[in-house]
């Protein structure tokens, strides 16, 4: 019995490292549509424990690139300084790919 109580938590305790080395970095955890219906759990999601203290900007990708990394962006782990000057303006793309894609 002990070595089958051994074997199990072998197990257990390698499937929660898996969750927590992949999950946390995929769009499961991002697009965390939980936050939606229960607010409250936002602090625990961005806790800087649950991201290994890791520092992050998690920010929707929309024609304003200015707005997605400032207003509309929510940072896990504490705030970095970004040099907004290399954003696009509302609307335009200087040419980097988005979605894959090129604009031109």
Not at 1 to 24: D, K, N, Q, Y
Not at 50 to 56: D, I, K, L, P, Q
Not at 65 to 77: E, K, M, R
Request: glycine share 8%.
């Amino acid at each position: 019995m002990g070595r089958l109580i051994s074997i199990a938590s072998i197990f257990f305790c390698l499937e929660v490292g898996l969750f927590l080395m992949f999950i946390p970095w995929s769009e499961l955890w991002e697009g965390n549509y939980l936050l939606s219906y229960i607010p409250t759990f936002r602090p625990l999601i961005v806790h800087p424990f649950f991201r290994s203290g890791v520092t992050a900007l998690v920010h929707p990708l929309t024609d304003d690139d200015l707005a997605d990394h400032t207003t509309l962006g929510v940072w896990i782990g504490e705030p970095l300084p970004l040099k907004l000057s290399v954003l696009d303006p509302p609307g335009m793309n200087q040419g980097i790919a988005r979605f894959g894609k090129s604009d031109f």
